[in-house]
């Protein structure tokens, strides 16, 4: 998916377990088996929350913003990904906590977001 309003390209792949090599500087990965309905690309809306990767309650995403000192002008074209119940992730930051990959993970949802040229 080509987002030129950001200069930004999203690849989106699904792999069995047995493909799934990690993570990298460009890419994360979720449990796909726990995604609800459709994954949508956006960018964020008052009052979203998630609860980020190694916590228990949810943060909102301002607050997010704030504590990793994110630049007020560059919040609105970080990418969110979302599926029908909650945010998954959070542009270069964090995937939420109750998506992460697990023991029990058949399927790897893998998303790689890269600068467009």
């Known amino acids: ?9 999203l690849t989106c792949r699904i792999l069995d377990i047995l493909e799934y090599k990690g993570d990298d500087d460009i890419s ?23 609860i980020p ?9 301002k607050d997010i913003f704030i504590d990793m000192k994110v630049p007020a002008e560059e919040r609105e074209s ?5 599926d029908d119940d909650n945010i998954l992730w959070l542009e270069s930051f964090r995937i939420h906590n109750s998506y992460k ?14 600068e467009q040229h």
């Open 28 to 50: 994360i990965s979720l449990d796909y088996g726990l995604v609800k309905g459709n994954l949508v690309v956006r960018n964020r809306r008052p009052g979203d929350s998630m």
């Open 78 to 82: 970080r990418i969110i990904i979302a």
């Open 101 to 114: 990959v697990s023991d029990s993970t058949k399927k790897i949802l893998n998303i790689t977001l890269e």
């Open 1 to 9: 998916l080509s987002i030129p309003e950001v200069g930004k390209m």
């Open 53 to 61: 990767c190694g916590m228990v309650g949810r943060k909102k995403i």
